[in-house]
């Protein structure tokens, strides 16, 4: 099996990646069986500093940081499970001494493939008004939406001040059923969980729309990556 890099960023959503790995290729391959995984994390505090002020080049100098101490250490590919620090992909992809999957590639194939014509996308403000998933889905022809600017500015309190730390409110779990339920009047027929602490209080079981779950769709575009 292939040895998985993970660039790591936020801590919940590269724990709940990471565990999705292992759990699920013991599913796969048998009992305590999974691929090499290394994973790299930098302080959270220099992405945040970078994507305030604006500075993708900054971001994408961590995320390549992380790539060559992960490519020392006998990575053969990497993915980072962080929706919001995809927006400097295309400034490292062609540096990059590994290749990548893209977390966005992931999510945008489970779309294809369970027929979805339109979209909402949640996550940071950072992902929410970035290109990321638009680009990817247009290309698709699938429809997407956005939240509204407050629902924008309240979603990306609760993931940066309470989901990214760890902390779980049910008024907060109850405000992205709200959201959600908005997209789904809007003619939505799933939602994007864009950011990987979002699974932590989001799915299928609790809200009105198909989850497409962007942390565990990416660890196992890498699991499939890393058996074949």
Known sequence: MKHIGIVGCSAEGAALCYRTICSEAAERLGAHVHPEISMHTPSLSRYVA??????????????????RRLERVGADFLICPDNTIHQAFSLLAGRSP???LHIADAVTAAAVENGYAKLGITGTRWLVESDIYPEKLDAEGIAWLRPSPDEIAESARIILDELVPGIIRPSSVAYFRDVIEGFKSAGCDAVILGCTEIPLIISDANCALPTLDSTRLLARAALDTACT
């Open 98 to 100: 590994l290749p990548w």
């Open 50 to 67: 970078c994507l305030e002020k604006g500075d993708l080049e900054g971001v994408a100098e961590l995320m390549l940081d992380s790539a």
